[in-house]
C-alpha cells in the first residue's frame, strides 16, 4: 500500500506564505508525478501544481508566479511553497501520487493524501 500524508497548513493573512509537505510511504521504488490539489468550498477539486520524477513543472495560471512545487525523490516527498496568499487560496489541500513503482513491479495511479486546510484571511 501506498500512504501520502500533509502537512503545513493553516490560518495566515494574505499576502503571507506557507509551505506545504507531502510524504509518501510503502513500499515505493518510485514516483512519476506528484501532485498538489485544491477544493474550495462548493467548488471542484482542482490541480494547482504538478512535478515529475525528472523536475518538469506544471502550475494552474491562478498560482503562476506565486507557488512553487519541489520534490525530494529519495525521500519521496513533494512540497509546495505558496507566497503571497491571497484569500481565493483557501481550500482544502491534497497531495496525489501518479505513477508508483513498489519494490514488487507493480505500477499504481491516483494515491491521494488525506488533505491539509489552507485558510487565508483578507
Known amino acids: 500500500q501506498v500512504h501520502l500524508v500533509e502537512s503545513g497548513g493553516g490560518l495566515v493573512q494574505a499576502g503571507e506564505s506557507l509551505r506545504l509537505s507531502c510524504a509518501a510511504s510503502?513500499?515505493?521504488?518510485?514516483?512519476?508525478?506528484m501532485s498538489w490539489y485544491r477544493q474550495a468550498p462548493g467548488k471542484q477539486r482542482e490541480l494547482v501544481a504538478a512535478?515529475?520524477?525528472?523536475?518538469?513543472?506544471n502550475y494552474a495560471d491562478s498560482v503562476k508566479g506565486r507557488f512553487t512545487i519541489s520534490r525530494d525523490n529519495a525521500k519521496n516527498t513533494v512540497y509546495l511553497q505558496m507566497n503571497s496568499l491571497k484569500s481565493e487560496d483557501t481550500a482544502v489541500y491534497y497531495c496525489r501520487a501518479d505513477g508508483v513503482e513498489t519494490t514488487w513491479g507493480t505500477r499504481t495511479y491516483g494515491h491521494w493524501g488525506q488533505g491539509t486546510q489552507v485558510t487565508v484571511s483578507s
Open positions: 512535478i515529475t520524477s525528472g523536475g518538469t513543472t
Open positions: 510503502g513500499s515505493i521504488f518510485g514516483i512519476n508525478v
